[in-house]
Structures are given as C-alpha cells and as structure tokens.
Nanobody, 127 residues
C-alpha cells in the first residue's frame, strides 16, 4: 500500500525553524516528483514547493522563496522541507504529495497533478 507520512511539525516562535519530513512506504520515491502544500484555516490549499524525481529541479512559491528549502534523500526514501525565518502567516497544515513518473516539467502548484497525498502535519508559528 502506497503511503506518505509527514512529520516534524509543531509550535515555533516567529523567526524560528522547522524541518518537515515526508516519508514513503510501500514504494520507493526515486522516480516520483514530490510537492509540499499547505492549508491554513479558512483558506484554500496553497502550493509551497516541489522537487523533481532526480532532485535537479526545484520550485518555490514567492511567499517562501529564500526561506524554505526542499531536498530529497532517496536512500532514506524521504523528502524534506527546511523552513527558516518562519512567520505567523506560515501557520498551516502542511501536506506532501507524490506524482507518478511522467515527463517533465513538474506542474508544481496544480493539485490535480499529484497522485498521492499524506495526512498532513500542523505547523504553528506564534509567540
């Protein structure tokens, strides 16, 4: 059974950092592009970042560019989202998603592009 599990969320003060993990079970991530999305209460789901299967292509939403870094460790079957300089507006449930192997480019911010979703991890940025 193909499954994605997010972890690493929590409560952090403004300016702090968190590292989210997206671990796969039931399949190997090597050939899958991975995306991170978030959804704050009362708001639509927002694409945050994505990475190609090789790791050679990454993309970031303007709202997180320069603060967040996506990376992958295929040996650990895990993708990471390093979040620095966190702001209260980053508060949301963060989800990772995987796309079945298909030709580039990765359609990063279209939810319909992604085939599998995790359950999400809560990130709260507050003093």
């Amino acid at each position: 059974q193909l499954q994605l599990v997010e972890s690493g969320g929590g409560l952090v003060q403004p300016g702090g950092s968190l590292r989210l993990s997206c671990a796969a079970s039931g399949f190997t991530l090597d050939y899958y592009a991975i995306g991170w999305f978030r959804q704050a209460p009362g708001k639509e789901r927002e694409g945050v970042s994505c990475i190609s299967s090789s790791g050679g292509s990454t993309n970031y939403a303007d709202s997180v560019k320069g603060r967040f870094t996506i990376s992958r460790d295929n040996a650990k079957n895990t993708v990471y989202l390093q979040m620095n300089s966190l702001k209260p507006e980053d508060t949301a449930v963060y989800y990772c998603a995987a796309a079945e192997p298909r030709p580039l480019p990765v359609i990063c911010y279209d939810g319909n592009y992604w085939d599998y979703w995790g359950q999400g991890t809560q990130v709260t940025v507050s003093s």
